[in-house]
């Protein structure tokens, strides 16, 4: 039995154009998002046929494989909700997400700054990867981080609440090769409704994490 499904999108495939095309959100989502889901669950069920047989040979491209695809089923299903056709702009108080806005400016030390900072980071990922703004535990602050692939070079215990796809299947058949021009045409589809509850809801949560005895 399947552990993980694909969602469903919060909308139709037009609905962020014309800064991502129906056509790119419609592979996206069902092929290539699709694609992460499947191989979480064919990787689970290899790890069970593992234990089952006591057998470990592949057990590290194993849980290199659960780490790929369940993180790039993670990061996809946050990355739709991410955006709205009616987003952009900036978090602000009378928008009714000013704890957001408060601790981007705390985080980063404007708004301008930080939009700078992540931008930067997703355009410039080497290879396939992402840009994501973070809720960092340890200290109560935002973090901006560069993963790799789906999984890498991330800090352990940080909560994505904004994330920027940079693989190449997110833009290439709109932007071609001008990752920069689709990471800036992503700012006008941001829906900071739902990163600013993805924010509220990490810094409930964050007191569950054991940092120390």
């Not at 909700?81 to 030390?109: C, Q, R, W, Y």
């Not at 930067?120 to 992402?130: L, Y």
């Amino acid at each position: 039995m399947a552990i993980y499904t694909l969602p469903e999108l919060p909308y139709d495939y037009s609905a962020l154009a014309p800064v991502i095309s129906p056509e790119i959100i419609e592979l996206h989502h069902d092929k290539h998002h699709a694609a992460y889901v499947k191989g979480a669950n064919d990787t689970v069920e290899q790890l069970a046929e593992a234990r089952d047989k006591d057998q470990w040979g592949a057990i590290n491209g194993l849980e290199k494989n659960l780490a790929f695809h369940l993180s790039g089923h993670i990061l996809h299903s946050i990355y739709w909700h991410n955006m709205t056709g009616e987003g952009g702009g900036e978090p602000l108080d009378k928008d009714g997400v000013g704890d957001l806005a408060d601790a981007i400016t705390e985080s980063f030390g404007s708004f301008a700054k930080f939009k700078a900072h992540l931008t930067k980071a997703a355009a410039t990922t080497q290879g396939s990867g992402w840009g994501v703004l973070a809720y960092e535990p340890v200290s109560g602050r935002l973090v901006v981080e560069q993963v790799y692939d789906h999984q890498g070079n991330v800090g352990q215990g940080s909560v994505p609440i904004l994330v920027f796809d940079a693989w190449e299947h997110a833009f290439y058949l709109q932007y071609k090769n001008q990752k920069v021009d689709f990471i800036e045409a992503m700012w006008q589809v941001v829906n900071w409704q739902d990163v600013a509850k993805r924010y509220r809801s990490a810094t409930e949560r964050a007191g569950n994490l054991l940092l120390a005895p």
